[in-house]
């Protein structure tokens, strides 16, 4: 997050507004301190503030140096879909970066997002992909998740689905939440943390 400091709150959100080329109300800010005359006359005001496009470039710079340490030349594309970062990988060899299971592209993932959500104060939901890993993964779990779901709507017993991360729990939570006389809940704690898919009744 940067600091702004003028004269007024709104004339260091327009001023940021001009620099960065987005509306006042993209901003999230924060008022860090007030100066004030001795009669008690604002004088000046700093706050911390940021944009997506402060975000995006946190995201470019982090990924850089990480994969430059790692000594892996990796191409970095970031789109922003309503609330959420989606960052895709391209690299020479990408089942270094997914990694077994995609172990690998889970702890990228997990550390990219508490370096940026500790950097803005804010908890952002950043997904990281590499050659379609995970979208091919969540079409695969919503086809398991509905499998599922049909058997226990029909049987109405409960069926536990094995272990999994939270995008992938919460790929399924809103796949089935329009299904009838079914509903899902997360049990479990840590790498345990899986899906229970339940029968409810209409009574």
Do not use: W
């Not at 850089?64 to 000594?71: H, Q, R």
């Not at 270094?96 to 104060?121: C, D, E, P, W």
Request: overall charge neutral.
């Amino acid at each position: 997050m940067r600091r702004y400091t003028g004269k007024t709150v709104d004339e260091v959100l327009k001023n940021i507004a001009k620099e960065q080329d987005c509306k006042v109300e993209d901003i999230t800010y924060e008022v860090i301190e007030e100066k004030k005359h001795l009669l008690g006359l604002l004088s000046s005001v700093t706050i911390e503030a940021y944009t997506q496009k402060d975000v995006k470039e946190f995201i470019f710079d982090y990924l850089g140096t990480y994969f430059t340490e790692l000594n892996q030349e990796v191409s970095i594309e970031i789109i922003i879909e309503e609330d959420t970062y989606k960052v895709i990988l391209d690299a020479e060899n990408n089942a270094i970066i997914i990694g077994k299971g995609g172990q690998t592209l889970r702890a990228i993932s997990y550390v990219l997002r508490a370096a940026v959500n500790n950097t803005f104060h804010k908890r952002f939901n950043v997904l990281v992909d590499v050659g379609n890993y995970k979208e091919d993964r969540y079409r695969k779990v919503k086809r398991i998740a509905q499998r599922v779901a049909r058997e226990v709507r029909k049987s109405h017993v409960d069926a536990a689905l094995d272990p999994m991360p939270n995008d992938e729990r919460k790929v399924i939570h809103q796949f089935l939440s329009g299904m009838p006389n079914i509903k899902t809940e997360s049990e479990g704690e840590g790498v345990h943390r899986h899906l229970v898919i339940k029968y409810v009744s209409n009574e």
